[in-house]
């Protein structure tokens, strides 16, 4: 018998959650996405399939960095970013992660540059 992982139990969690999350154009899923390396945030459209914006550390500001320091500064930028597109609202998509830590540090950031979550 297998073994189930910790990634197996995330997926489980995920694929739960995105039974009752949905986004639109009016109100997008902001979806988090944290590994090792780098953290990614982006604002879909799932009635179109589309992505919106996107942000992650992999640009050169953030430099990998994968604290909560960066998660800070990468919810400010997720959130200006779509200021700019004019979401004002969105649901929040943890991605199976628990809330908490770098998560809960970019939904702040977030809630804080004024997108209400």
């Known amino acids: 018998m ?8 995330r ?14 154009l009016e109100r997008p899923r902001m979806c988090v996405r ?3 390396k ?15 914006v996107a942000v992650s ?14 998660a800070q500064k990468l919810g400010l930028q997720a959130a200006s970013a779509a200021k700019a597109k004019g979401i004002n609202t969105a649901v929040f998509d943890r ?3 628990a809330y ?4 809960k540090t ?4 977030a809630r804080q540059a004024g997108i209400k979550l």
């Open 57 to 70: 550390t992999c640009c050169k500001e953030s430099a990998g960095k994968t604290n909560r320091a960066a």
């Open 95 to 97: 991605g199976g992660h």
């Open 106 to 109: 970019i939904a702040d950031a």
């Open 38 to 52: 780098h953290i990614y945030v982006q604002f879909v459209d799932d009635a179109a399939a589309s992505t919106l």
């Open 2 to 9: 297998k073994l189930k992982t910790r990634l197996d139990y």
């Open 100 to 103: 908490g830590g770098r998560l």
């Open 34 to 36: 944290v590994t090792n």
């Open 11 to 24: 997926a489980r969690r995920h694929r739960r959650l995105r039974q009752k999350v949905f986004g639109t």
